[in-house]
């Protein structure tokens, strides 16, 4: 057994007296948590054999080393099985790439969160949801993944909400966002594969998502569900107007997959379309000057401003229920890139 070099904290043994002087010392969320009991955090070590102090990242603002060890515990504080630590540990290493800007996720007004998308054979392995219901609630793997990741964000990196993280509003979904891409039921390249890997590579890609769009766009011709979809993308509010960057998510059901399928419809065409469409003309803008400073500034008003750089930045999974119906947009934080990781072999 490897020795822990965390410092131990004493609690009562009540579990909701221990929940309370948890929260009450801002390790936590605001919901209850497993304590980290070094049993609990050496078997989540073990699986993934790693030393306890090897750093996986250094997050921001005050700069915390993520050691394996600490990712642990905040693993086993989420509610994680140990065959879910090394997608905890891919994702933080994702996140800590340069261009993802987690700086800017963590401090930001903007009421962004990292966004999980699993691709390859470890969604089967360890039960992540790409189904029905994939968003939440309801599927432990998805819940407490993204959730691990948000509470290694909050105690390793010194990101309490109101003093540093100044989400003016915040959102649900900064409690944890993470599902899988419904591979078996996409007429498409899947993500990881489009991005380059192998299909049978299991990855994580963390987005910086600014909430949820839910589009009925319950049509059976792709013209109709593209011009829908535009329609409710085309928000010059959101972030990716002011900086014309970013990547825009946009997940579509099977159904909607289908249709556009069966008329000769790929990811290419959809994401051209998309973005032509939902070029917003600055004629239409408010005149008076923001207190920030959007890219459109001093443009000339004839233009039109793009809700990222080009048609390829809008990325496509298909996820959820069977049903042509519904389609879920993703708006991106714009300050940052997505990322995708490859997730190590864990022990069996």
Not at 130 to 148: K, L, V, W
């Amino acid at each position: 057994m490897t020795t822990l070099a965390s410092p131990r904290l004493e609690g009562p043994d009540d579990m909701a007296a221990l929940f309370s002087d948890m929260y009450g010392k801002g390790i936590t969320d605001g919901l209850p948590v497993i304590p980290p009991r070094e049993e609990y955090v050496q078997a989540m070590i073990a699986h993934v054999e790693l030393p306890p102090d090897q750093i996986i990242a250094i997050i921001p603002p005050e700069g915390g080393p993520a050691t394996v060890e600490k990712l642990a515990a905040n693993a086993v504080m989420a509610g994680c099985l140990p065959e879910y630590f090394p997608v905890v540990i891919a994702a933080i290493r994702a996140l800590a790439e340069p261009r993802y800007n987690l700086l800017g996720i963590q401090t930001t007004t903007n009421p962004v969160t990292p966004v999980l998308v699993m691709n390859g054979p470890i969604r089967r392995e360890i039960g992540i949801q790409a189904g029905r219901g994939c968003m939440g609630p309801g599927f432990r793997a998805n819940a407490t993944i993204g959730r691990a990741v948000k509470l290694a964000l909050l105690n390793i990196g010194g990101c309490p909400p109101g003093d540093v993280s100044k989400s003016i509003h915040g959102f649900p979904g900064r409690f944890t966002f993470c599902f899988g891409e419904l591979e078996e039921e996409s007429p498409w390249q899947p993500l990881h594969v489009e991005l380059g890997f192998q299909r049978q590579d299991s990855t994580v890609t963390v987005f910086g998502g600014q909430g949820t769009q839910n589009l009925y766009a319950c049509f059976r011709q792709p013209e109709s569900i593209v011009h829908m979809v535009a329609d409710g993308m085309a928000c010059y509010g959101n972030n990716g107007y002011m900086r014309g960057s970013g990547n825009p998510l946009v997940v579509f059901s099977p159904g909607h997959a289908k249709v556009f399928a069966e008329h000769g419809w790929d990811k290419t065409r959809i994401k051209e379309e998309l973005f032509r469409r939902t070029l917003v003309p600055l004629a239409g803008i408010a005149e008076e000057r923001q207190l920030s400073h959007p890219i459109y500034l001093d443009w000339d008003a004839s233009r039109s401003i793009p809700l990222c750089r080009e048609a390829r930045d809008i990325m496509i999974v298909v996820a959820g229920g069977p049903e042509a119906y519904h389609v879920t947009y993703i708006p991106s934080f714009a300050s940052t890139d997505m990322v995708t990781c490859k997730i190590d072999a864990a022990r069996p």
